[in-house]
């Protein structure tokens, strides 16, 4: 089983440049989210979906912006690239089942110069 | 507003030793989860093991065993046996919200252990 699938694996951007992270898994899950991991300050939460055509902000939102048209795929969006993003993102997603364990994808690792 | 705290931001275990990382929380919910996950360096992040707040017995899995001290506010992971492969990243995490669809999991900011030979 492919799980939960990131793509790209590393990327560069220049400031101002946009870009999509592509993030979909096959296991059918309801829940859907990005974490941004930046060291000292474990993981942290962009947005999150519960199901398609809804989404929801986390802790960290400014600068993103996500959708949820299919069950199986939330990509992230970088609207306009600035360095504070430089970042390992991880999507994850897990099934409607209480205290279940998040699922996730082996991460994105960003450079914004 | 719930919260995360792990205190060491770093550890050194002799292989074969047993280890604890400490994490505790802070939240006002009743019902509450409680994870831990591995991250090793190739950057992977790995489920451990989870602890109910009305679970009565302490988790375990394997080498892995989770002390739940709930009037603490603690869930400490201790690994027995340690072995060079355990050398990585630990989160600990907890679930903020109590609905099954919608809730989070928020991390704290991780222990690197290293297992010296």
Known sequence: ??????TPKFQVLKT???MTLQCAQDMNHEYMSWYRQDPGMGL?????SVGAGITDQGEVPNGYNVSRSTTEDFPLRLLSAAPSQTSVYFCASRPFVANEKLFFGSGTQLSVL | AQKITQTQPGMFVQEKEAVTLDCTYDTSDQSYGLFWYKQPSSGEMIFLIYQGSYDEQNATEGRYSLNFQKARKSANLVISASQLGDSAMYFCAMREGWMDSSYKLIFGSGTRLLVRP
Not at chain 1, 1 to 6: D, H, L, M
Not at chain 1, 44 to 48: G, T
């Open chain 1, 1 to 6: 089983n492919a799980g939960v699938t990131q």
């Open chain 1, 16 to 18: 101002g440049q946009s």
């Open chain 1, 44 to 48: 942290r939460l962009i947005h999150y």
